[in-house]
């Protein structure tokens, strides 16, 4: 790995003055599970980028294949088809569950939720409403804003579509202390009241998370997921997945859908599949009637290099056993973790499944008080040490830490950024008797 300081200072020193204007980190290099930044200082990315580098960054086998589309064709409008398109459509065919062969891509997640939103449409004439659940999180363009939790930074909330959201289980704040079967009852029963009872005319869909990511990594109940898809079932309305987070490996199967074995109607993808590309789409059930031409046609949204990029990534996560890789360093995470919790007290709960490990720190166990402060301390420190751990400042109650590393990081590297996250919540705890 040639991460030596003075490499970069000589690479990078015409940026100094402008890495120095801004207070975030400048990173200049990425290999694997490894950043670099403008100091040449090293950083273990717990982040993968925003959970987006499933597979290491600057895989050889992605930047090598969009380097190949690069020379052939950088753009066409979708109007036309290309070869990586028909290649990445037959493999997400391949892999996809159920009947999920309708495919369309986007360059971001939040696009891709628009794309299944007006697919539910197109699906349900008629229907305006959409349910949501009430810690999702679907992106940041303004309809995928409206479908998210109340988010600090969003100014546009007065000016959304019809969405309702609805109470989620929360199994370590279980409602009134209930038990978490309960509550799953309890928001099923609140999810059917507000389908039949809550809005004005039909619904189009239940839109969730899988595991609710940047509203505070909670997973259901298993319970839930069938209950969910028994509802709309019953009642006509659509199910759709955002598997922008959960797909691709992340929980160690190449989807939550296959985890909780519940095949929604569409899967909205993003993140893992570019392999550090932006690239982004929607799975549908192809008994649903799909787009008709000109419905659905952004400029770029079949950039072919992504295109390519995305293919080269699920051929590397397939080759790879990344899924595998993905139980194994998650069940190693896990252990680590809740041995720490029996000395760390900040850590209230520890969370997976597969490489989707965070944990919740409070700094009353009995209360579950969200230890807000301490968090952010956490990655503060965890920088100075460097590693980037995941964060979550506004999203959910502020008190997790994320280890979300690319699924084939090495052993060594995993087993660093945890003694780190020991070492620096030993240290908070002791700065704060
Ligand atoms: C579950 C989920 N859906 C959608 C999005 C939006 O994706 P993008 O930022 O690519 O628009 C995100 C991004 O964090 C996400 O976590």
């Known amino acids: 790995m040639n991460g030596g300081k003075d490499a970069f200072a000589t690479e990078v020193g015409g940026l100094q003055t402008l890495a120095q204007s801004s207070d975030k980190i400048t990173l200049v290099k990425a290999r694997g599970s490894l950043v670099w930044d403008d100091k040449g200082r090293e950083y273990i990315d717990c982040t993968a980028q925003a959970w987006s580098n ?24 979708p109007n036309f088809e290309s070869l990586p398109r028909r290649k990445l459509v037959a493999k997400l ?20 939720g628009e794309m299944a939103m007006k697919l539910a449409f197109k699906n349900r004439p008629g229907a305006q409403n959409l349910i949501v659940l009430q810690d999702g999180y679907h992106g940041r363009s303004l309809a995928t804003l409206g479908a998210s939790w109340p988010h600090p930074n969003n100014p546009f909330l007065p000016i959304q579509p019809r969405f309702t959201r609805v ?26 009241d507000t389908i039949t009872k809550g809005v004005d005319g039909p619904v189009a869909a239940v839109m969730m998370e ?39 490996g ?17 899967i909205v993808f993003g ?14 059930d192809d008994r649903l009637t799909w787009f008709d031409e000109g419905e659905e046609a952004l400029t770029f949204g079949n950039f072919p290099v992504s295109l390519a990029a995305g293919l080269a990534t699920i051929e590397a996560i397939q080759m790879d056993n990344l899924c595998q890789k993905a139980r194994a360093a998650g069940e190693y995470a896990t252990e680590r973790l809740l041995e720490m919790q029996k000395r760390r007290k900040l850590i209230g709960d520890v969370r ?7 944990i919740e720190l409070v700094t009353d166990r009995e209360k579950k008080t969200p230890a807000q402060k301490e968090s952010q301390e956490v990655y503060r420190r965890g920088v100075e040490l460097g590693v980037l751990f995941g964060e979550s400042r506004y999203a959910g109650l502020g008190n997790l830490i994320k280890v979300k ?23 908070i705890e002791e700065d704060s008797k």
């Open 54 to 77: 499933n597979l290491g960054a600057n895989d050889p086998r992605v930047v090598e294949a969009a380097i190949a589309q690069l020379r052939d064709m950088t753009h066409i409008r």
């Open 93 to 112: 065919q391949e892999i996809s569950p159920g009947n999920l062969n309708h495919v369309g891509f986007a360059l971001h997640g939040s696009l891709a």
């Open 167 to 192: 109470p989620h289980p929360y199994p370590y704040r279980s409602r009134l202390g209930m038990d978490p079967e309960v509550e799953v009852q309890l928001c099923l029963g609140l999810l059917e």
């Open 210 to 248: 899988p595991i609710q990511g940047n509203g505070g990594h909670i997973e259901f109940p298993r319970s839930y997921y069938k209950g969910v898809r028994e509802i709309c079932d019953r009642l006509g309305v659509l199910l759709i997945l955002d598997e922008v987070q959960t797909g691709f």
């Open 250 to 266: 992340r929980m160690g199967t190449m989807w939550a859908a296959e985890y909780y074995d519940v095949v929604p109607d569409i």
């Open 271 to 284: 993140k893992g599949i570019g392999g550090g590309f932006p690239l982004a789409g929607v799975l549908a």
């Open 352 to 358: 997976c499944p597969g490489l989707m490990v965070s």
């Open 405 to 427: 590393p690319p699924l084939d990081i090495e052993r060594p590297l995993l087993s660093r950024a945890l003694d780190v996250l020991d070492e620096v919540l030993g240290a």
